[in-house]
Each structure stands twice: as C-alpha cells, then as structure tokens.
C-alpha cells in the first residue's frame, strides 16, 4: 500500500512538472508582472494606460504577424512609447519574456 501511494505521488508531481515545462517559468512570470503588466495587462491583452500609450492585444493580428525577432526587437530597444529594456533585462531573461507573450497571444 505504501509503495503504491508513493507510486501515485510521484507520477502526479511528474504529470505537474510536466505541465509546468511547457509554461513560463515562475521567473518569467515574475518579470512580466513586473515589468510589463502595467501597459500590457496580466492576460497580454493591454492595461487601459498601455491602450492608451498604444500598446496592442499581443493575441491581435498586428502583433501575432511580428516574427520573434521584431517582437525582440521592441522589447531590447523600445517601440515609440514602449520602453527600452536592454539595460534593465539580460538577452535570456528578454527571449524568455517573448515566448511568454507569444504564449499570451495564443491563449485566446
Ligand atoms: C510603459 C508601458 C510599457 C511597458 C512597461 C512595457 N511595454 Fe511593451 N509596449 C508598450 C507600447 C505602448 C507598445 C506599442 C508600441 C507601438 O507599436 O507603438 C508596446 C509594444 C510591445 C511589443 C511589440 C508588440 C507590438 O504591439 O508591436 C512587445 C513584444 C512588448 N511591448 C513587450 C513588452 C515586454 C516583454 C515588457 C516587459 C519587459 C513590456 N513590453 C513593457 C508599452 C509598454
């Protein structure tokens, strides 16, 4: 019986881990609730100062067209009212940002 729950611990921890390799990472999410969340909105989809300055729906056509490397771009260098962040993130921190916007433009 014991093996059996230990069994059943550790297939379900495996199944989570799983789940969570293919999200951000919780460091990621960490960054963009600081540092983007308030023009882009938790969901990616604008906070209304963001709309204002701006700043689209990362899921709308405008932005999912953008290849990785524009959408890098405007991240590392800034975009009109976008600000720059190549002297606040590293290029790992900011590539990993990008592919949780991407992964914020799919979810609808
Ligand atoms: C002060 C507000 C503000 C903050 C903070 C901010 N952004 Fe932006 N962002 C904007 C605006 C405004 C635009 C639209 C720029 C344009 O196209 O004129 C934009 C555009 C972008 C784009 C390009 C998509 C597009 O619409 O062209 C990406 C990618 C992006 N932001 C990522 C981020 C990430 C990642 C962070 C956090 C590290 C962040 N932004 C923080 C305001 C902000």
Do not use: R, W
């Not at 230990?6 to 799983?18: D, E, K, M, Q, R």
């Not at 540092?35 to 701006?54: F, L, N, R």
């Not at 975009?79 to 940002?97: R, V």
Request: hydrophobic share 35%; glycine share 6%; proline share 4%.
């Amino acid at each position: 019986m014991k093996t059996l729950k230990a069994l059943l611990f550790t297939t379900s921890t495996a199944a989570l881990l799983t789940t969570q390799c293919f999200a951000a990472s919780p460091e990621t999410q960490a960054l963009y609730k600081n540092k983007c969340v308030a023009c882009h909105g938790a969901d990616g989809s604008a906070s209304p100062i963001g709309k204002k300055m701006g700043a689209q729906d990362f899921s709308s056509p405008d932005v999912m067209k953008l290849s990785d490397s524009d959408l890098t771009d405007a991240t590392t260098k800034g975009k009109n009212k976008m600000p720059a962040f190549k002297d606040k993130l590293k290029d790992s921190e900011i590539k990993d940002l990008i592919a949780y916007v991407k992964e914020l433009g799919k979810k609808k």
